[in-house]
């Protein structure tokens, strides 16, 4: 990663704080514009009843500010503002955890939460595997393995500051998930109808193998109405484990390497330890046991959002191309090899359990 | 993003100060404060 080194301020906190704005604005111009992008393109298809997948505006802001970093450059008046990405990246998380209810787990039901635990065990266990044979960067096969096992970007914007990730991996692997979760979308209802599936056999999968809520609700609408519902239900399920998949790994990565150095482990894993986690889990929690209004569950989902439009935009602004095509074809091989396996394996679970235990 | 560069005390008071900001804008949105905010 190419970063810019902010000298450290001498100055009043009026004067640094002055120094933000040219970079703020430019996030909000930046993010604003990918929004734009997203919906100008909605709008467009829906009118002219083109199937066209929904890119997201986290890809648009990410790809424009890629484009601004990587041709003209990031003057140095606006790269104290755009260095706040990393705090709008926090305040977001734990905002999100509005979206997680953990009460939501209790509806599926039986038979279809196992199946839940064992496609997560599963997903995370062959991506490691898949990361390790094709000798990816640790960190960018952890994301790769949380984004594809458990909820896609939400899941990548929440592991990538708690295991402290570089801003490639995390840009690399949003863009694999999102081109995947794209093409699933031509690919599973076709799949659905050749075998017969039931409703909620298909709801089942696609909130399963599928792994962005968005792709995952439209791949379970695409199919039926009854199997849409199934298909957020699942796909809810998996993002109220987010939490506690995101901490075990800022643990693990807490705890390697320099915590055999330290004496009292446990003070060292609380100095490192990622406190906006605990923040979304409080979010989460208090979300759960009924403390905000659904209104106001969809305002605080939606100053998330604009949070991560600045989050996103800055990720871009902030990126080498450079540094990520050093990276190469590998981590793309993994993404899509990784999916194409969760997608099959779902599949054989929901298809077996539908066949011998009725779902 | 890395935080190994900056000292432990910086890493922990963005963390504190974004969890602050989240949390004061999740009371306001609880206490009707704010008007309901749109995407």
């Given amino acids: ?39 100008s393109i909605a709008v467009y298809t829906k009118a002219r009843h083109i199937t066209f997948p929904n890119i997201e505006y986290v890809l648009w802001a990410i790809v424009i500010g890629l484009v601004i970093a990587n041709t003209v450059g990031v003057p140095r008046i606006f790269q104290a503002g755009v260095a706040t990405y990393e705090f709008w990246l926090k305040a977001g ?7 997680f209810l953990l009460g939501d787990v209790l509806h599926l039901g039986g038979i279809s939460l196992l199946l839940v635990a064992i496609a997560i065990t599963l997903s995370l266990t062959f991506m490691h ?26 899941a990548i914007i929440a592991a990538k500051p708690a295991i402290d990730a570089d801003d490639e ?19 599973f209802p076709l799949v659905g109808h050749s075998l017969h599936l039931s409703d909620k056999a298909y709801g089942l999968w696609a ?4 792994d962005n809520t968005a792709e995952a609700t439209a791949a379970g609408a695409l199919y039926s109405d009854a199997a849409g519902k199934v298909a957020v239900l699942a796909k809810t399920t998996r993002n109220a484990l987010i939490g506690f998949i995101v901490l075990g790994y800022a643990l693990y990565w807490s705890a390697r390497g320099e915590a055999q150095a330290v004496k009292n482990k446990a003070a060292f894993l609380w100095r490192k330890f990622p406190k906006f986690v605990l923040g979304f ?9 009924g403390f905000f209004a659904k209104p106001q569950l969809v305002s605080l989902a939606n100053l998330s959002r604009w949070a ?3 989050t996103f935009a800055g990720v871009g602004l902030r990126t080498s191309l450079r540094e990520l095509g050093k990276q190469g074809w590998r981590p793309f091989a993994v993404g899509a090899i990784g999916e194409v396996f969760i997608a099959l394996l779902t599949l054989g679970l929901v298809y077996g359990a539908d066949r011998y235990l009725h779902l | 993003m890395s935080n190994n560069d900056s ?21 306001l949105v609880r206490l009707n404060l704010l008007p309901p905010i749109k995407w």
């Fill in chain 1, 93 to 99: 998380i734990v905002l999100l955890g509005s979206r």
């Fill in chain 1, 129 to 154: 595997i898949l990361g390790r044979t094709f000798r990816l960067k640790p960190k960018l096969t952890s994301l790769l393995a949380i984004g594809s096992s458990i909820c896609g970007v939400s």
């Fill in chain 2, 7 to 27: 000292p432990s005390g910086q890493t922990i008071s963005l963390d504190v100060y974004a969890v602050a900001l989240a949390l004061v804008l999740a009371l």
């Fill in chain 1, 308 to 310: 991560f439009l600045l």
């Fill in chain 1, 281 to 289: 889990l409080l979010i989460s929690l208090l979300a759960t046991l």
């Fill in chain 1, 207 to 210: 909130g399963l193998a599928v």
């Fill in chain 1, 169 to 187: 991996d995390a840009s690399y692997a949003i863009a694999a998930i999102l081109a995947l979760g794209a093409i699933s979308l031509f690919t």
């Fill in chain 1, 1 to 39: 990663m190419v970063t810019t080194i902010v000298p450290v301020c001498t100055e009043t906190p009026v004067r640094r704080f002055i120094a933000l704005i040219p970079g703020l604005l430019l996030l909000i111009a930046v993010g604003y514009a990918g929004k734009s992008i997203e919906q």
